[in-house]
């Protein structure tokens, strides 16, 4: 099985910064992605970024650019998003992905979620 668990979300002041962790744990198992997800209220889930285990390619939603950034760390199964600059727009319940590809079907694992709120 895959566990994950994330840390990191509060409350901050326009302009503020944030980093939010996920670590993946559980029996053997590989990753072929992982990223961050955000759902604000009334809105529909989307993608904020996610970076590929391998190669450490990243991808952003173009509202974050510039201000946010997705590392990795392999050996500890653990993904970070560095946010800078924080708006009241990105206030939403930000959610960690885990991607497995076996011969190309994906299988997604998904964490509970930690509230980000921008308010001054």
């Known amino acids: 099985q895959v566990h994950l668990v994330e840390s990191g979300g509060g409350l901050v002041q326009p302009g503020g910064s944030l980093r939010l962790s996920c670590a993946a744990s559980g029996s053997g198992f590989s990753i072929y992605a992982m990223g961050w997800y955000r759902r604000a209220l009334g809105k529909q889930r989307e993608l904020v970024a996610v970076?590929?285990?391998?190669?450490?390619?990243?991808n952003y939603a173009d509202s974050v650019k510039g201000r946010f950034t997705i590392s990795r760390d392999n050996a500890k199964n653990t993904v970070y998003l560095q946010m800078s600059s924080l708006k009241p727009e990105d206030t939403a319940v930000y959610y960690c992905?885990?991607?497995?590809?076996?011969?190309?079907?994906?299988?997604?694992?998904w964490g509970q979620g930690t509230q980000v709120t921008v308010s001054s």
């Open positions: 992905n885990l991607r497995q590809r076996f011969f190309n079907k994906d299988y997604d694992y």
């Open positions: 970076i590929i285990t391998t190669t450490g390619s990243t």
